[in-house]
């Protein structure tokens, strides 16, 4: 083994500690993947970081071992950083790094532009399927499923974190609008999305837009025009993903024919049971006209019809709340039940990959 093919290796094992993890690949696709991921040198800076953020001189501290100068460690954090691949933040003046995940980080900023070397690794490492199976079984998921804007009534009590305008209202400034990188790359590889023409549909808040802005990756929004964009990703029956904590980091609107999370969710025979969502449809044999309408909606073959009888049922092994269904449904004989059971997600991000990190140890 070569010394770089040692150092990426090194990469995969250290990043495998860290929240869900990056496993290894018998076909190698793992260390082809950190090669597009990672320069060499970057490699060697990203071991130095864990999945807490730590303020720039105590990473310097842990740095001396690799014969590098404090400036050059700066430098390289930095460069780092601006790929998007590491965790970058700045607080009361003194910057601070971290390690992110594969999903949701590293690949979705190397998705915004990406090489073809990049896309052939990453399909060859998704197909691999082990990083999937440690994405799916985490102590509590990274993202979850919250219902659209259309299918929540102002009558029902619902907290914050499950209400997407509550969510929208709540957030500091700034929210930031991105393309979606699923869509970007089903588009680049001839497959345009089935579901929506429009490419920003996904939000970025707090100090993560501030990073798509600084990097010129997405575009400032007004809270207004949140709600706008939410309104018509809901009328495109697209699914809100925000990550799973009380104050989201961002919320993904997604699509079953591009979203590898949810093409993944079609994958499994109980998927729902992977997932964090406090909802699920349920349907009224008596009003329900037999239009069809809420299969064609359904992302995630939760809806299914019964041509014969003309009705629709529910499969609750797959149903995650989305409400898109309740959404498109004239006849009003569609609901949006919540569980029995409330799942109350983290107060942070950070606070989620504690709990993850805990279960690990």
């Known amino acids: 083994?070569?010394?770089?093919?040692?150092?990426?290796?090194?990469?995969?094992?250290?990043?495998?500690?860290?929240?869900?993890?990056?496993?290894?690949?018998?076909?190698?696709?793992?260390?082809?993947?950190?090669q597009q991921l990672f320069p060499p040198e970057?490699?060697?800076?990203?071991?130095?970081?864990?999945y807490r953020y730590e303020p720039l001189a105590q990473i310097q501290k842990r740095a001396r071992q690799t014969g590098k100068s404090v400036e050059e460690v700066e430098r390289i954090l930095d460069e780092t950083a601006r790929r998007?691949?590491?965790?970058?933040?700045?607080?009361?003046?003194?910057?601070?790094?971290?390690?992110?995940p594969y999903v949701v980080g590293m690949a979705e900023a190397a998705a915004y532009n990406p090489s073809n070397e990049f896309l052939a690794a990453a399909l060859e490492y998704h197909l691999d399927g082990g990083f999937w199976n440690d994405f799916l079984n985490s102590a509590v998921p990274q993202m979850r499923t919250i219902p659209v804007e259309q299918s929540i009534t102002p009558q029902r009590q619902v907290g914050t974190y499950d209400q997407v305008e509550g969510i929208i209202e709540t957030t500091d400034e700034p929210i930031a609008i991105i393309e979606c990188v699923c869509r970007k790359g089903a588009a680049s590889r001839g497959t345009p999305c089935k579901q929506t023409s429009r490419s920003e549909t996904c939000m970025v808040f707090r100090e993560g837009a501030r990073h798509i802005l600084e990097m010129g990756s997405g575009r400032e929004i007004s809270k207004q025009e949140a709600h706008e964009i939410l309104r018509q990703n809901g009328?495109?029956?697209?699914v809100l993903q925000p990550s799973n904590a009380q104050g989201p980091d961002f919320i993904c609107s997604c699509c079953g024919c591009c979203c590898g999370i949810l093409q993944i969710?079609?994958?499994?025979?109980?998927?729902?049971?992977?997932?964090?969502?406090?909802?699920?449809?349920?349907?009224?044999?008596?009003?329900?006209t037999g239009c069809g309408m809420c299969e064609e909606a359904c992302q995630t073959n939760a809806m299914t019809f019964d041509h014969g009888e003309g009705l629709p049922s529910v499969d609750l092994k797959r149903c995650l709340g989305c409400g898109n269904c309740w959404v498109v449904c004239a006849d009003e004989a569609i609901e949006l039940r919540r569980k029995q059971t409330e799942v109350v997600p983290p107060l942070t991000g950070e606070d989620m990959t504690e709990v993850i990190m805990a279960a690990k140890a």
């Open 1 to 34: 083994m070569s010394s770089a093919e040692e150092t990426y290796r090194a990469l995969q094992i250290h990043l495998d500690e860290q929240t869900v993890g990056f496993p290894a690949s018998k076909s190698g696709s793992d260390i082809r993947l950190l």
């Open 42 to 50: 970057q490699a060697d800076v990203a071991m130095l970081l864990t």
């Open 84 to 100: 998007g691949v590491i965790g970058h933040r700045v607080k009361d003046g003194v910057k601070h790094y971290r390690n992110i």
């Open 235 to 238: 009328e495109d029956s697209l």
């Open 265 to 288: 969710h079609k994958l499994f025979p109980d998927p729902a049971s992977h997932w964090a969502t406090n909802f699920y449809a349920v349907v009224d044999a008596e009003l329900c």
